[in-house]
DNA sequence: AGCACGCCGACT
DNA sequence: GTCGGCGTGCTC
């Protein structure tokens, strides 16, 4: 007898096996898809990892109801690569399954209810079931979806049926399909009919009682940037919803009122180049230095560091490699950081290399990554894209030939997935990926992360700088304006100091750009000395106390540590403490009084709801038709300004203390990024940065460009305090309804750690948001040496949550673990 | 993740 | 009494 082991898409700890009915026993192999049963009914599409003929020790074994695939859609490699990474990150099978195939291959089965064939209406009916009866007689097919919606409640619906199939009344049948239809997007347009300008003030007439639709009306006008030029056209209603806060029965009493149409339009996929292949630019002596420095190395280390400076042309290096390898016809991995502006560079990509370019992101419709799957599949040469450029996800494609993984930005936070289940790092995972393909991984940035430079240092990665910037462009100045003195002199006007916007307005006067930039994660308050800038800071973790107005107390967002709020300064005594943190959009509001005749735009999460308006918004800027762009992290990405000559950095001090022990770190990636996207061409551009703590090293070496002594600095702090790069992090997030029984977990799994030979645990910490849905939430920290037992210390790890897990007092708690966490 | 089972409080 | 809510455990 064979039987198959399969995993399925669910969080089952275990393969499951399978029986393979004769007929199917020349139809399976390891990596195809096939339908099996779980549970009463339920049917899933999993994927056979194994076959073999011991018998399995579960007592009822179910049969493999049919094969999808006529070859594997899952290759050896992937599923290696799969079990790794379960392994390391401590997840299931099912859980990375589910991430890795896109949902177009992942069918799940629906139940669909039909009348009884010998169905006749002499039956005394309650009315619930008399509905249902109604419905199959309209239409032959009702899903339980269906029969939900109509019945109002789930569990109601459920009993229903249920009874309904024991009287035989109905019958239940499986019907499988994909997890993820094409999603259609519902929009709505303004009636043909008002296409002037004095027609949609008439408009505004017929409805001026009703001030939603007003409102709406507005929003639509609004987010449609209509004008005398510009008509109607179609806005989507989520996001016209999102603008105006207005919700879906305003839109359908203007629909019926004949001022909106609606219709659904398909999620577009995003443009291909289809536009004239352009040569690789030759490079410059210092990237020509680089491209063959990276080409020596690769002969000694399979993964190599390239640290550039902003403008460098570190993508002119990347494409000379990949054009070679290509010519080898070797496939090539380009990942990029998960933002919505990786079109500039796909564009400048595609120009090069033409339709040898494939492209996976999360953007693309389930159709396109199903297509490029299987393109990569079938493999056959010329028709398979050799460079694919892609998100996180992409590292889950099926390569068959990879030589080169190149990481772009490898500091960026964004390749590591926090939620759901697997919480990998895509630059971590891809590096496991090309040692199981025997390829290279290329790091680039102009801002190594602390992890991945220490790793290049002591050699575990080959190391290669370029520290020209291409074309003659010159750095930045940057300037520290020092609001402590500022104020004093009153020099300050709110958060702005007269410096600052004296050369805002100096900048606008010239016709030039200027970029604000605040931290939005600023939000979170801390106190400060307004005296000399002291924080208060965590005894345990090096690492600024955060104020939780519920329970006025200072809180360590990483140990837990707790202290009263201060009622002076520690540092100078003074009595003077503030709680900082403010927002782009008061920045927005400020500037509009203090600088009226500015244009501004704002761009964070709220201002960038989707693709398009973030787009839109950036295309604005860049053509000038804004003076001053106020943002987040966002500004710091993305395309470059020709026109923008100075940056400002609002409040150093937000992202200096921010509750992490990453936050120098982070601080100083950021700051040099903002700084980058000054002056880029013809003039030298100005970074002015705002802070209470002028003398802060982190600034100093900001100042000086010397990442170097940023970098020994961090690591002789993280050494001290036991973070990474020294030690390993795991965090496990406790859930449960009860805060006491919560506590009592939490304590005694850290007990039970602290006697952990080696480890460190730290908590339990409180999160900044520690109720999600009525569960409590508490987090310890686990730290592990840097030593070849790190499996073998998260199976430990493991088994005591489980224990925890198992005991009757802890049965609801649920516990999660991230590796590695950021 | 579903889905069934079983316990318990609220209403006919 | 029964209906409906929710906690718990199992799925090859």
Known sequence: MLYADVILPLAIPQAYS????????????IGKRVVVQLGERKQYSAVICRLHSDVPNSTR?????????????????????????????????????????????????????????????????????????????????????????????????????????EKELVVVSEKLSETAQPRKEKYIQLASEFDSFEKVQGLYHTINRAPKQVTLLTSYIHLAAMDEQHGPVPVSCASIQLASGIGTSVINAMVQK???????????????????????????VAQEISYREIKAQFMEKDTILFHGITSSGKTEVYMHLIAGLLEQGKQILYLLPEIALTTQMI????????????????????????????????????????????????????????????????????YKQSDPAPRYHARDAAIMLAHLHGAKVLMGTATPSIESFSNGRQ???????LDERYGQVQLPEVRIIDMTDAMKSKRMTGHYSHALLKKLQETIASGEQAILFQNRRGFSLYFQCHECGWVPVCKHCDVSLTYHKSDNDLVCHYCGYRHRPYNACASCGSAD??????????????????LPDARIARLDLDTATSRKAYETLLMDFDNQR???????????????????????????????????????????????QVSGRAGRKQKRGLVLIQTWSPKHA??????????????????????????????????????????????????????????????????????????????????????????????????LLMILVRKYQQMPEYKALQVIADVDPL
């Open 347 to 414: 564009t400048r990509l595609r120009r090069v290399f033409g339709n040898r370019v494939g492209v996976y992101h999360s953007r693309f419709s389930d159709r396109e990554r199903v297509r490029l799957w299987k393109q990569l599949l079938h493999g056959s040469k010329g028709n398979a894209p050799g460079l694919i450029i892609g998100a996180r996800s992409s590292v889950f494609l099926p390569f068959r030939d990879l030589g080169l993984v190149i990481i772009d930005e490898e500091q960026e936070t964004s």
């Open 258 to 284: 004949g001022i909106f149409e609606i219709l659904h339009k398909k999620k577009e996929d995003p443009d291909l180049y289809s536009g004239q292949p352009v040569t690789l630019k030759e490079l410059s």
């Open 61 to 165: 074994v179910k049969p493999i109801l049919a094969v999808l695939d006529q070859e594997p859609v899952v290759l050896e490699t992937q599923l290696k690569f799969w079990h790794w990474m379960a392994g390391y990150y401590l997840c299931t099978g099912g859980e990375v399954y589910k991430a890795a195939l896109p949902s177009g291959l992942k069918l799940e089965s629906e139940s669909v209810i039909c009348l009884a064939s010998d169905f006749t209406a002499d039956y005394t009916l309650s009315p619930a079931e008399d509905l249902v009866i109604k419905l199959l007689q309209k239409n032959h097919q009702q899903s339980v979806k269906d029969i939900s919606t109509a019945l109002g409640k789930e569990s109601t619906a459920l009993r229903v049926i249920k009874t309904m199939v």
């Open 577 to 594: 403490l503030r709680t900082h943190g403010f927002g782009t959009e008061k920045v927005v509001d400020d500037l509009k009084v203090l």
């Open 459 to 465: 050699k575990k990665y080959g190391l290669v700088s």
């Open 626 to 672: 804004y003076d001053i762009l106020v943002g987040t992290q966002m500004v710091t990405k993305g395309l470059d300004f020709d026109n923008v000559t100075l940056v400002g950095i609002l409040n150093a001090d937000n992202l200096l203390n921010f509750p992490d022990f990453r936050a120098f770190e982070r601080s100083y990636q950021m700051m040099a």
């Open 698 to 795: 982190i600034l100093r070496r900001v100042l000086k460009n010397d990442y170097l002594g940023m970098y020994e600095s961090e690591m002789a702090e993280r050494k001290k305090y036991k973070y990474p790069p020294f030690v390993r992090l795991i965090r496990l997030t406790l859930r449960h309804k009860n805060n006491s029984v919560l506590d009592a977990a939490a304590a005694k799994i850290l007990a039970e750690l602290h006697t952990f030979k080696g480890i460190d645990a730290l908590g339990p910490e409180i999160p900044l948001v520690s109720r999600v849905r009525n569960e409590n939430i508490r987090n310890i920290l686990v730290k592990i040496p840097r030593d070849p037992s790190l499996q073998e210390t998260k199976s």
């Open 18 to 29: 399978y029986s393979v009915p004769s007929a199917l026993e020349h139809e399976v192999a």
